[in-house]
């Protein structure tokens, strides 16, 4: 079954402790990307990726870190959270090409207290 | 700056009313992507349109791309509460997504 898979699906920590959300895609797909997700603000990209060792910023990338060291993972790394980063984290896959067309993880829900 | 305006931001409306939500911006884009969020779950992919005029229909859903390519609509007729959910549009700026804040709807029996 082609999907995006995510881990943890829920995580609560505290401010500066350093973690990494999981993500995984097995469709092969050369893009990838991270999301985040407020009320009022809808959802935000944080970073993405256009293949293996190419990331690049999105609009909201102050706090975190991404690595692609292989095509199918995509992982998201808050050093030092804080609870401005309490948020529905998602990550997506896409092929490269014109439209971008995203595949959708299940969420991570993270809080920083 | 929103890049993306949804309107409207809140809908609810009983099941078999017809509806239209409406993604507009000032920037022409090759492309427009429309997706549907349930309650914890990802959003899912309805459909792209690409052309300017176009129009696609996805069973009761209909979608169209504004002449210039600015802005688009999304149409359901005779609504179900199935279709309970965060409607999102996006359109890609270079290798970048972005998304408008979404219409939420719900349908009520």
């Known amino acids: 079954e082609a999907q995006v898979t995510q881990n943890p699906r829920y995580l609560i920590t505290v401010t500066g402790k350093k973690l990494t959300v ?3 895609q097995n469709m092969n797909h050369e893009y990838m990307s991270w999301y985040r997700q407020d009320p009022g603000l809808g959802l935000r990209q944080i970073y993405y990726s256009m293949n293996v060792e190419v990331t690049d ?41 014109d439209s971008y067309e995203q595949y959708f993880g299940p969420g991570t829900r993270l809080t920083v207290t | 700056t929103q890049l993306l305006e949804q309107s409207p931001q809140f809908l609810s409306i009983q099941e078999g009313e017809n509806l239209t939500v409406y993604c507009n911006s000032s920037s022409v884009f090759s492309s427009l992507q429309w997706y549907r969020q349930e309650p914890g779950e990802g959003p899912v992919l309805l459909v792209t349109v690409v052309t300017g005029g176009e129009v696609k229909k996805l069973k009761r859903l209909t979608f169209q791309f504004g002449d210039a390519r600015k802005d688009s609509s999304l149409h359901i007729t005779a609504a179900q509460p199935g279709d309970t959910g965060l409607y999102l549009c996006a359109v890609n700026s270079g290798y970048a997504l972005n998304f408008g804040k979404g219409t939420s709807l719900l349908v009520t029996p």
């Open chain 1, 22 to 24: 999981t993500c995984s």
């Open chain 1, 57 to 97: 910023k999105g609009d909201v990338p102050e706090g975190y870190k991404v690595s692609r060291k292989e095509k199918r993972n995509f992982p998201l790394i808050l050093e030092s959270p804080s609870p401005n980063q309490t948020s529905l984290y998602f990550c997506a896959s896409s092929w490269a090409g």
